[in-house]
C-alpha cells in the first residue's frame, strides 16, 4: 500500500488568528471613540483584550465549522457578547473606576457588538459563497455503506456545497478484502480528506482496518452511529444537517483553550530560553563549533512537522560537513566532532529548536520530528506511526523521557516510542506538559545512555 503524499498548508488555516486580530482591533480601537471616562486606557485595554480571548476560548466563539448553521453563529455573538458585559462592568469594581461613565461604556458595548457581529456574520456568508460558488476551500470524502443515513448524507454534500465538501465517490463493502484494498488505493490517489463510514456496514474487522488506514495517512475518519463496539471508545458527536457523525478520535490539544494555553507556554519558555541562554551561548559556542571543523554554526535540515507539512528545523552543528546527513547518528559515529559529542551527550544542540517553537513550527513538548526517510520506513510499517503528525513535534516528548530518544536501533524502539506518543496525543494535559519538560530536566542533569 502506497502512502499519500505530505499535505500543503491551507489558506484557510489562516481565517481563524485573521478573525481574532481583526475582533482585538475594533474592542480596543472602539475604546477611544466613545466618551467613557476612562483615566487608565493601557490597563483598559490589557483587561479587555484578556477578558475577550479568555471569553472567546471558553464559549468558543471561533470554533464555527463548515457545517455551522446561522442560528449556531447567532447563539455564539449573544453568548460571547452576554460574557463581555458581565467582564466589562465588572473593570469599574476591580480597578476601582466610579468616574467611568456607565452610558458610555454601553454605547462602547453596542458598538463593539455591532461591528464584531457583522465581521463575523460577514465572513461566515462570503466563506459559504465562496465553497458554493468558487468551490474552494473544500475537502474530498468518501463515503463507505449503503444505509439511509449514508444517502441522507451524500445528498447534503451534493446539495449543500457551501458546506465545502466534495463528495468523490461511495464504497460499498460487503466483507470483500480486495474492495477495501481499492478503496484504500482511491483514497490515496485522489488525495482524500476526510472518510465517512457507516458503521452497521462494517464488519469489526474492517473498521480496525480502517482505522489504522485513516491514522497512518493523516485522514479524518467519521462514523455514521450504529450499535458496534466503536462506541466503547470516547467519540466526539457533530451533525450535519441533522444527521448525526461521530469523530473517532478526540485530541485535547485541539480545543480551543487547551491550544491557547500549550501556544502561551510554548512562546514564554522559548522566549527565556532564547534571551536568558542562546543570547549569550551562541557567540561561545559557535566560536567554539567553528574552531574546531569548517562550517555554519547551525544545521538546518527540512523535518516533516504537524499534518507532514516540512519546516526547516535548527540544531547547533555538531558534526564536520557531510553527504550524509539523512542518516541519523549512531554510537562513536566518525562524523562527529570533539565539541560536537560534548552538545549532543548534553543536550544542547537540540536548543537552537527553541527558535523554531517561537516561529510556530515545534511546541516544546511533543513528538519528535524525525527524518523525512524515517517516515518512508516506518509509515506504512508502524502502527498508527503517522498519528504523530496531528500535533506539532516538540523538542522532548513522553517517549524521550520514558527512554526511547536517539537512534532506532531495534522494531520495538520505534514501536514503544509511537505508542508513547500516540498515548501523549490522546491524553494531552498541560500538567504532562510540566512533568515532561522537569523530567527532562533531570535526565540531562543525570546523563542518558543513548545521547550521543
Sequence with gaps: MKLRLPKTERNSDYIKPLSYVMDLVVVNGLAFLFQTLITNTILFGIYISCAWIIISLKSNFYSVQRYTSIVQVLRLIV??????????????????????????????????????????????????????????????????????????????????????????????????????????NF??????????????????????KIIDFADNNLIELKFIPDNKDIYSKKLKYEYYDYIPILSLRNIPIEEPINKFAKRLLDILISTGVIFFILSWLVPILGLLIVLESKGPIFFRQDRPGIKERGFGCYKFRSMAINSSTENSAT??????????????????DELPQFFNVLFGQMSVVGPRPHLWRQNEIYGSTVS??????????????????????????TKEDIINRTKYDVFYIENWSILMDFNIVIQTILNIVKGEDKAY
Aim: aromatic letters at 14%; proline letters at 2%.
Design 384 to 409: 498508527k506511526y503517522m498519528v504523530r503528525y496531528f500535533v506539532k513535534p516538540g523538542i522532548t516528548g513522553l517517549a524521550q523521557i520514558k527512554g526511547y530518544r536517539g537512534e532506532i536501533e
Design 79 to 184: 453568548v460571547q457578547f452576554l460574557l463581555f458585559l458581565l467582564a466589562l462592568y465588572a473593570f469599574i469594581g476591580f480597578f476601582k473606576q466610579p468616574n467611568i461613565s456607565r452610558v458610555g461604556l454601553g454605547n462602547y458595548l453596542l458598538g463593539v457588538l455591532s461591528i464584531v457581529s457583522i465581521i463575523k456574520l460577514l465572513l461566515f456568508i462570503l466563506l459559504n459563497k465562496y465553497r458554493s460558488t468558487q468551490l474552494g476551500n473544500y475537502r474530498n470524502v468518501v463515503v463507505l455503506g449503503d444505509t439511509d443515513k449514508i444517502r441522507q448524507l451524500i445528498y447534503v454534500f451534493n446539495k449543500k456545497l457551501d458546506f465545502g465538501f466534495k463528495f468523490k465517490r461511495q464504497f460499498v463493502l460487503k466483507g470483500d478484502e480486495f474492495s477495501l484494498k481499492r478503496c484504500f
Design 331 to 348: 554510537r562513536n559515529d566518525p562524523r562527529i566532532t570533539r565539541i560536537g559529542k560534548f552538545i549532543r551527550r548534553t543536550s544542547i
Design 187 to 208: 483514497i490515496i490517489e485522489n488525495e482524500i480528506d476526510e472518510i465517512y463510514a457507516s458503521v452497521a456496514d462494517l464488519s469489526n474487522k474492517q473498521i480496525n
